[in-house]
């Protein structure tokens, strides 16, 4: 994290080790206990019967804030110096990160400061408002939300959160495939949805370390291909645009850095989902799960309905990233009229 304060960024560790561990995962859940909820994880015999595998759902829609954002917002708050702390954090989102930023300064005594889209979901603005942040619009289509940040955080003496790209971040993202790990044993293979790629980072580090032989797969909505692009060029390549998709929370134009190093290495590969199979998705999640999952975190259960995986591993495991989507935007998609 980066501040005025010159915060490190040093990864755990230091120089010549891994930038995570599963020793730093361990470690965030540590942190994270009593201040993050664990997570269901749960089975549906028709579900089963549909993707012809026994598939495990790890649902982060229950997690405070309503996504696995919190896990890593909160552990990389909870290692800043108290002095940084009493002055503040400042942090771009569009909507799950800017969330669980506020809820973990304010759940830590600090304040928030976040730069959002003007066209942010209106559940999730209202969120992170009601947490106790203050908001910062801008355009996400003209304008750089990272120069944004900086420039917030130099000139108010911020710590700057970065939604992805930091070892504190993702060693807390991690935690909830370590959970999921925890109750069901080995796996054949893990399937996350990746956006700027600290969950699946996180993810493929505590599963590999644990279970080496497992497949880790990553999702990307198909107008936000930038993480597959990347793998398949053998470096980071950036998208000529944001991408135009439901799935808002997975617009990255380009993969991390330090995300990107972890995912090319640990990810078995990337599978791509169009908008119509993330509705199908959450239509049978809804209907027959009872349960309620926004776009992008629909997207790794959306490949296995549709077939992107293939062959299908026996037992499978999948993580719902969040369920932050409100009852207007929820009908607009389940009717077909809620076009990115």
């Given amino acids: 994290m980066s501040s005025s304060t010159s915060t490190s960024t040093d990864g755990p560790g230091g120089e010549g080790t891994e930038p995570v561990t599963l020793e730093d995962i361990r470690a965030a ?3 994270l206990k009593g201040a993050a909820h664990r997570t269901p994880v749960l089975r549906s015999r028709t579900l089963d019967r549909l993707v012809g595998a026994e598939v495990h759902l790890k649902c982060e829609n229950f997690q405070r804030i309503g996504a696995f954002k919190f896990r890593g917002a909160y552990n990389a708050l909870a290692q800043l110096p ?12 569009s909507g799950n990160h800017a969330q669980a930023v506020a809820l973990a300064a304010r759940e830590l005594g600090s304040k928030a400061v976040i730069v959002m889209p003007e066209d942010s979901p209106r559940s999730k603005m209202e ?8 908001i910062v619009t801008y355009d996400r289509y003209t304008e750089d939300r990272e120069a944004i940040g900086e420039r917030l955080a130099q000139d108010r003496g911020l710590a700057l959160v970065p939604p992805y ?6 060693a807390g993202q991690g935690t909830a495939a370590l959970e999921l790990l925890e109750e ?3 796996l054949d293979a893990l399937v996350v949805p990746v956006g700027g790629g600290g969950l699946a980072a996180g993810s493929a580090t505590a599963a590999k370390a644990l279970y080496p032989h497992i497949q880790v797969i990553g999702v990307e909505p198909e107008a936000g291909d930038d993480t597959r692009r990347s793998l398949a060029a053998g470096r980071r390549v950036s998208l000529d645009a944001v991408p135009r998709t439901i799935a808002d929370g997975q617009g990255a134009v380009t993969p991390g850095e330090l995300t990107f190093s972890l995912n090319r290495r640990l990810l078995a590969a990337v ?6 199979e993330i509705r199908a998705a959450m239509r049978l999640a809804f209907e027959r799960l009872k349960v309620v999952i926004e776009p992008s975190g629909a997207t790794g259960l959306a ?12 037992r499978v495991g999948v993580v719902i990233s969040g369920g932050n989507v409100g009852v207007r935007r929820f009908l607009e998609l389940m009717e077909g009229d809620g076009h990115p």
């Avoid at 108290?82 to 989102?93: E, R």
């Avoid at 599978?271 to 119509?276: G, H, K, R």
């Avoid at 490949?303 to 026996?314: E, M, W, Y």
């Fill in 303 to 314: 490949a296995l309905l549709a077939g992107r995986i293939d062959p299908v591993p026996a």
């Fill in 271 to 276: 599978e791509l989902v169009s908008d119509e």
């Fill in 29 to 31: 859940a540590g942190r």
């Fill in 127 to 134: 969120a992170t408002a009601d947490y106790g942040a203050e």
């Fill in 184 to 186: 069901t044993g080995e």
């Fill in 165 to 170: 790209d930091h070892p504190h971040i993702i």
């Fill in 82 to 93: 108290p002095a940084q702390l009493a002055n503040g954090v400042a942090a771009y989102s």
